[in-house]
């Protein structure tokens, strides 16, 4: 099993930024990749970003050029710096992780943009 516990959301204006973290802990060996998801009131659950172990990041076009993705190995921990923000990035986001063909989920994360 992996618990993953997302944190670093908030309430920011538009044009501000948030920095979100995600830590795994539990059987952590053998994670693959991990990547942020989010799910707007009304609205399916979205990619956001993803990085595979060694691999290059993988953005939606909506959050190209203002998000990045990065992995700290040693502390198992998947972040996501968000610049720019947009009253429409506005969600919850989630963190997976991908363990021996297993998909794991956090709990999510609150991001509201608003003046």
């Known amino acids: 099993q992996v618990q993953l516990v997302e944190s670093g959301g908030g309430l920011v204006q538009p044009g501000g930024s948030l920095r979100l973290s995600c830590a795994a802990s539990?059987?952590?060996?053998?994670?693959?990749?991990m990547g942020w998801y989010r799910q707007a009131p009304g609205k399916q659950r979205e990619l956001v970003a993803t990085l595979a172990t060694g691999g290059s990041p993988n953005y939606a076009d909506s959050v190209k050029g203002r998000f990045t993705i990065s992995r700290e190995n040693a502390a198992n921990t998947v972040y996501l710096q968000m610049n720019s923000l947009k009253p429409e990035d506005t969600a919850v986001y989630y963190c997976n992780a991908i363990r021996e063909s297993r998909l794991y989920w956090g709990q999510g994360t609150q991001v509201t943009v608003s003046s």
């Open positions: 539990g059987s952590i060996f053998g994670i693959g990749a």
